[in-house]
Structure formats: structure tokens, C-alpha cells
């Protein structure tokens, strides 16, 4: 396997997608065939989806809570909060996750992208989203007790923005590293961006790329090292953790 050499000036940025999570029980989407209870992902997990039928997507996401519970960080969690414990603020972990596994293993310099499954939103006012792990498995669509809109789950669906201080962070963090940038994506299909597309800002400041995943992913010609194997297993190996 060839190294991840984080000398005195690497700056680490990880991008981590359902595959590192599969090992502690959590299903990828793909692995379902992209399919839902015979429902399209699109249809559970979109702004139009929710608008047709909120109470559909409240039992598909309730149903990845009640899922969640009791589910632990993996050997793969635990080696990246290793790594940013020795590089400090030359690391930074971007998840398109929304399971809350980073968090829960311990990573702090971290963006959740794609938001938090176990975080409620208005889908009307702007109240704050608050932590809520209440599955709502029989369909009844909650509502905001402020404004009495359909409440929603904090997370970025298809055809949403991805929050701008979020990209902002990336950016800020890419300048930092210059060519010393260490790009490493771990267990993620490479076909949903604009996650699938920071391999080429990677490339494009001159930095190194790692790719770790079960399979070669859509965008694995764009990587320069390709580590095909479980996350749990490779992750470890590769940042020597
Ligand atoms: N755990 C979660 O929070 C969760 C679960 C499902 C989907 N999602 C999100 O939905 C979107 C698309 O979902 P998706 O399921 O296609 O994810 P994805 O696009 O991130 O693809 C998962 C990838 O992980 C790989 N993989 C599977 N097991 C692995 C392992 N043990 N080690 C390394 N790689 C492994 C697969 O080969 C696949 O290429 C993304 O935003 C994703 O993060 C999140
Ligand atoms: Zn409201």
C-alpha cells in the first residue's frame, strides 16, 4: 500500500461518504439498489418529493432513526479522529453523512454537508433546528409549534444547496494547504456532487489524492493513489493509525 506521508506542512482533507459507515451496520443506498420500499431515494429524499407526499418521507426517515440507535463508530471512524489529533488544524473531515457517526467517534474539525438525521427543521420559518430523535413511524407529519408548517428533517436533499459557510470552509482550508494539500475520500460513489468534484479542486491546487473504497467509484480515474477494500480495514493501514 503506498503511504499517506503527513510531513511537517501535509494538510489533511478527508471527504467521507456512506461506505465508511457500512461497517458499523449502516446500509448505503446503493446497496438497496437505490430503491426505498419500492420508492425512488429521489422521492424520500427531495424538496418535491416532501411537497407530495411529506408523510412518506417522515416514515423513510424515521425508519434510518430507529435504525441508528445503538449503532457505534468503526475502526475507519476512529483512525481519522486519530489523525486530526496529531495534525490539528491542518486537517479537516467533510462527511456527506448524516448519521452523526464522525461526531460520535470524536471528530470535531468536521463539516456535516449534507446536515444531521437526528436534527428537525421548519420547513417554513426560521426557527433553528433542534436535535430530535423521534421516529414518527406512523406517518403523521409533525408541525411546527411556532408557525404550524410541516416540520422536516435537517438534511440537504437532492436538488438543495449545500450550505455556504460550509463551502466557504473548504475553501479557506484548500488555500491554507496550497500544493500541500492531501486529499483522501473515503467510501463515497463519486457521482453526487459538488462532493464528487473536490478530487479536482484537489488536483487543481496541486495536492496529492487517496481514494479508499470498496469498489472503484465514477470518478476513480481523477485519483492518484486507489486503495480498493473496507474502510475499517484500509483506513487504519493507511494513516498508520
Ligand atoms: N450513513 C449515512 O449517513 C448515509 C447512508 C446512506 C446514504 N447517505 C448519503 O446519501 C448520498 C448517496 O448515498 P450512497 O449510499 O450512494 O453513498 P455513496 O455515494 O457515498 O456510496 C457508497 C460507496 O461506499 C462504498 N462502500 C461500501 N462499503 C464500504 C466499505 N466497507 N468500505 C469502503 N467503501 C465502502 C461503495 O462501494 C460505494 O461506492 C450521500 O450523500 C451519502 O453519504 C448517507
Ligand atoms: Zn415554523
Redesign the pocket.
Known amino acids: 500500500m503506498i503511504p499517506l506521508s503527513l510531513d511537517g506542512a501535509a494538510h489533511l482533507l478527508v471527504l467521507t461518504g456512506a461506505g465508511i459507515s457500512a461497517e458499523s451496520g449502516v446500509p448505503t443506498f446503493r446497496d438497496a439498489g437505490g430503491l426505498w420500499e419500492g420508492h425512488a431515494v429521489e422521492q424520500v429524499a427531495s424538496p418535491d418529493g416532501f411537497a407530495i407526499d411529506p408523510s412518506l418521507v417522515w416514515r423513510f426517515y424515521s425508519q434510518r432513526r430507529a435504525g441508528l440507535t445503538g449503532v457505534t463508530p468503526n475502526l475507519a471512524h476512529h483512525a481519522l479522529v486519530e489523525a486530526e489529533a496529531r495534525l490539528g488544524e491542518r486537517f479537516l473531515l467533510v462527511t456527506q453523512n448524516v448519521d452523526g457517526l464522525h461526531p460520535l467517534a470524536g471528530s470535531r474539525r468536521m463539516l456535516e454537508m449534507h446536515g444531521n438525521i437526528m436534527r428537525t427543521r421548519?420547513s417554513?420559518?426560521d426557527?433553528a433546528p433542534f436535535e430530535d430523535r423521534t421516529a414518527y413511524g406512523d406517518g403523521v407529519v409533525p408541525l411546527?409549534d411556532?408557525?404550524s408548517?410541516p416540520l422536516r428533517p435537517d438534511i440537504v436533499w437532492f436538488g438543495e444547496m449545500i450550505a455556504r459557510a460550509t463551502l466557504a470552509a473548504i475553501d479557506a482550508f484548500v488555500r491554507a494547504a496550497g500544493s500541500h494539500l492531501v486529499f483522501l475520500a473515503v467510501g463515497t460513489s463519486g457521482v453526487v456532487y459538488p462532493a464528487a468534484g473536490l478530487v479536482d479542486v484537489a488536483r487543481a491546487a496541486g495536492g496529492r489524492s487517496f481514494l479508499v473504497n470498496a469498489e472503484p467509484p465514477a470518478n476513480a480515474a481523477r485519483f492518484d493513489h486507489i486503495v480498493i477494500g473496507p474502510a475499517g480495514r484500509a483506513l487504519p493501514a493507511l494513516l498508520g493509525a
Open positions: 421548519c417554513a420559518c426557527r411546527c411556532r408557525c408548517a
